[in-house]
Nanobody, 115 residues
């Protein structure tokens, strides 16, 4: 089992920055990839960025050049710069195990971009 807890959400003005953090606990050595997803009101949950244990990253086109994902042991971070109102959503941390591909989710942290 893996537990994920997000932090760092909040209210920010357009053009501002936020850094999200996600702490993994439990069987963290089973984790292969970690990532961030987001879900805006009335929309589906979409991938924002992922990072594998080898350090390979993948970004949604909408955040390329603005967001940076990084990983350090049982932590994964999302540095968000140049935030736009359309980035407003609940951001969820995700982890996938190497064996079996089991997915785990955090409870989410709300990011609101508004003036």
């Amino acid at each position: 089992q893996v537990q994920l807890v997000e932090s760092g959400g909040g209210l920010v003005q357009p053009g501002g920055s936020l850094r999200l953090s996600c702490a993994a606990s439990g069987n963290i050595f089973s984790i292969n990839a970690m990532g961030w997803f987001r879900q805006a009101p009335g929309k589906q949950r979409d991938m924002v960025a992922t990072i594998t244990i080898a350090g390979s990253t993948n970004y949604a086109d909408s955040v390329k050049g603005r967001f940076t994902i990084s990983r350090d042991n049982g932590w994964v971070y999302l540095q968000m710069n140049g935030l736009k109102p359309e980035d407003t959503a609940v951001y969820y941390c995700n982890a996938v195990t190497e064996i079996g591909g089991t997915m785990y989710w955090g409870k989410g942290t709300l990011v609101t971009v508004s003036s």
